[in-house]
C-alpha cells in the first residue's frame, strides 16, 4: 500500500519534512493498533496454552519430542516453563508475566523437570564411587531412561536437553550440581570440589585419547615429570580416573568409557 | 567326588578361541556354549584398568562388586556351581582382545570379597585338605544355599514325593531333574543344600556317598 502512494504521487512528496511527519503519525497508529491486536491475540492464546497444557499433561512428561517443541516454543515468546519452580525465573520475561504463565503450563512441566532432577540426582550419587563425582551427561541420559533397577517400567525417557534444564532448576539448592566441558562432551559435577586447571587439562586429554600415561603429559603438554606425576596422583586421590599397570607404562583411564557401546 | 560336568565344559573354554568386542558376544566354532549366542559380556570387560586392582579404595570397593556380579551371571549364565583357581574359565578372567588378565593373587582379592558374610557370602571357601595349605577351590551360590533349599523342597513336594526316599544321585542326574536348575550340582554342594533341609526339619539323610538315600518331609 504504502509503495503504491510513493509510486503514483512521489512529486508531491517532495518536501522531507512534511513527508517524515506523516509518516510518523502513521507510524504510531499502526503501532497502536498493532499493539491492541497483539494483546488480544495474547488472551486468546493464554486460554489457549492452558487448556493445552492441561490435556497434554500426559504428552509432556511422556514424549521428548513434544517436550522439546514445547520449551522452544515458551522460548520463543520469553517464557520460562519452569518459571513457577524458582526465583530467577519469577523476574524473567517481564517478571509478572512469567509467573501468570508458569501457572498456567500447569504443575505437569514442572513436575516432570523435578522428577527428573531428582532421577539425576541418585545418578550422581550411585556412580560416585565409579567416577569421583565426574559423569558424562550421556552415561546420565542412559541411566535415566534405563530405569531404576527392579522397577519395571521405571525408565523416563529424556532427552539431553531436558537433563540441562532440570539440573538448571536445581541452582536455588546451592549449586550442588555444575556442568563442565571437557574434550567435546559434556559433564555433571556433584562433587563440591573443583578442578584446578591442570587437572581439567588432563581430564580433557583423556577425554580425547581415552587414556594418558605420564610420557605422554610430558610430550603432549610439555610438563615436567613431576608435575605430571603430581597431577595424576590428585585425580587418581579423588577417583576421576582408574589405573591399568598391564601396559608398557601405567596408563590412567577415565571410567566415562566404562559402560560406552552397551 | 566333585562332579565331572561342570569341569568339562569349563575346560572346553581355556582352549575355544574367544575373541570378545565391545559391543556383542562373537561365539567361537568350537564352544559348547549353553545357548548358540553365549554369556554377554558387560562393556566393563573391555576396560583396560578393569583387570588391575585399583589403589584408590573407593574405586576399588566399586570394582570389586562389578567383579562379584560378572562372576556370579557367568556362573548362572553357564550353571557353574565350582571354581578352582588351577583351572578357571579364562574368558572370564582375561580379555584376549585387549590383552589384558585378572592377576591370579588379584582373583583370589576378588573371591575373598565375595566370601564375605556382608556380600552375601557369593561364593564359599572349600577348605583344602592339606593341612594349613590356602583353599583353592570354592564353591559359587548364583543361588543361595537357602534358595536351592526351598526349589528342592519346592519341587518334591510339587512333585508328590515327600516320604519317598530318594537317592542322591536322583537328585542330582535323574530323569525327573533333567529340566531342573541344579542338575548336576556339584555333589558337596549339593550335601549342603540337603543340611539346609535338615536343619529346616524339612529332610533325613541315610547312607553314604553317592549312594545316600533323602527322605523330605
Request: aromatic share 8%; glycine share 8%; hydrophobic share 35%.
Amino acid at each position: 500500500m504504502a509503495s503504491n502512494r510513493r509510486g503514483v504521487g512521489l512529486s508531491a512528496f517532495s518536501n522531507a519534512a512534511i513527508s517524515s511527519d506523516q509518516y510518523a503519525r502513521h507510524g504510531q497508529q499502526l503501532r497502536t493498533s498493532h499493539a491492541d491486536a497483539l494483546a488480544n491475540q495474547l488472551s486468546v492464546f493464554q486460554a489457549a496454552l492452558h487448556n493445552f497444557s492441561l490435556t497434554h499433561a500426559k504428552d509432556i512428561r511422556s514424549n521428548p519430542t513434544f517436550r522439546a517443541e514445547f520449551a522452544r516454543m515458551c522460548n520463543a515468546i520469553g517464557v520460562d516453563p519452569l518459571a513457577g519452580s524458582n526465583v530467577k525465573g519469577a523476574s524473567a520475561s517481564g517478571g509478572k508475566a512469567g509467573s501468570v504463565w508458569a501457572k498456567m503450563l500447569g504443575s505437569s512441566v514442572n513436575d516432570f523437570y523435578f522428577e527428573l532432577a531428582v532421577r539425576v540426582v541418585e545418578v550422581c550419587r550411585e556412580t560416585r564411587s565409579e567416577n569421583g563425582g565426574m559423569i558424562a551427561i550421556s552415561e546420565v541420559q542412559k541411566r535415566i531412561t534405563k530405569g531404576r533397577a527392579g522397577v519395571v517400567g521405571g525408565g523416563m525417557e529424556v532427552t539431553e536437553d531436558d537433563i540441562m534444564r532440570a539440573i538448571e532448576s536445581l541452582e536455588p539448592l546451592g549449586g550442588m550440581f555444575k556442568t563442565q566441558t571437557l574434550g567435546g562432551s559434556k559433564f555433571i559435577r556433584s562433587v563440591p570440589k573443583e578442578l584446578n586447571p591442570d587437572q581439567s587439562t588432563v581430564l580433557e586429554v583423556i577425554q580425547v585419547l581415552g587414556y594418558v600415561t605420564v610420557s605422554m603429559m610430558q610430550a603432549n603438554l610439555a610438563w615436567e615429570r613431576a608435575r605430571a606425576i603430581a597431577v595424576i596422583d590428585d585425580l587418581v586421590a579423588d577417583s576421576l580416573v582408574w589405573v591399568d599397570s598391564q601396559g608398557e607404562e601405567t596408563e590412567f583411564w577415565s571410567p566415562a568409557s566404562m559402560h560406552e557401546g552397551g | 567326588m566333585a562332579a565331572t560336568s561342570p569341569e568339562s565344559s569349563l575346560s572346553s573354554f581355556s582352549t575355544t578361541a574367544y575373541t570378545p568386542s565391545t559391543t556383542a558376544y562373537t561365539p567361537s566354532t568350537t564352544t559348547q556354549a549353553i545357548s548358540s549366542s553365549g554369556f554377554n559380556f558387560p562393556t566393563y570387560t573391555s576396560f583396560p584398568p578393569f583387570y588391575t586392582l585399583q589403589p584408590n579404595l573407593t574405586t576399588r570397593t566399586h570394582q570389586l562388586e562389578l567383579w562379584s556380579t560378572l562372576i556370579s551371571s557367568y556362573c548362572a549364565y553357564y550353571r557353574i556351581f565350582r571354581l578352582s583357581l588351577s583351572s578357571l574359565p579364562t574368558d572370564l578372567f582375561s580379555n584376549a582382545n585387549i590383552h589384558r588378565s585378572l592377576k591370579p593373587g588379584d582373583v583370589r582379592t576378588v573371591l575373598d570379597h565375595m566370601s564375605k558374610p556382608e556380600n552375601g557370602p557369593r561364593i564359599d571357601w572349600i577348605p583344602s585338605t592339606t593341612r594349613n595349605e590356602q583353599s583353592s577351590s570354592c564353591y559359587v551360590y548364583w543361588k543361595t544355599p537357602g534358595e536351592w533349599a526351598d526349589a528342592l523342597h519346592g519341587w518334591v513336594d510339587e512333585t508328590g514325593q515327600k516320604g519317598t526316599v530318594l537317592t542322591v544321585y536322583e537328585l542330582r542326574e535323574g530323569d525327573a531333574v533333567r529340566s531342573k536348575e541344579w542338575r548336576d550340582m556339584d555333589e558337596g554342594m549339593l550335601r549342603k543344600v540337603l543340611n539346609v533341609l535338615v536343619k529346616r526339619g524339612k529332610a533325613q539323610i541315610f547312607g553314604q556317598e553317592e549312594n545316600a538315600g533323602v527322605k523330605f518331609f
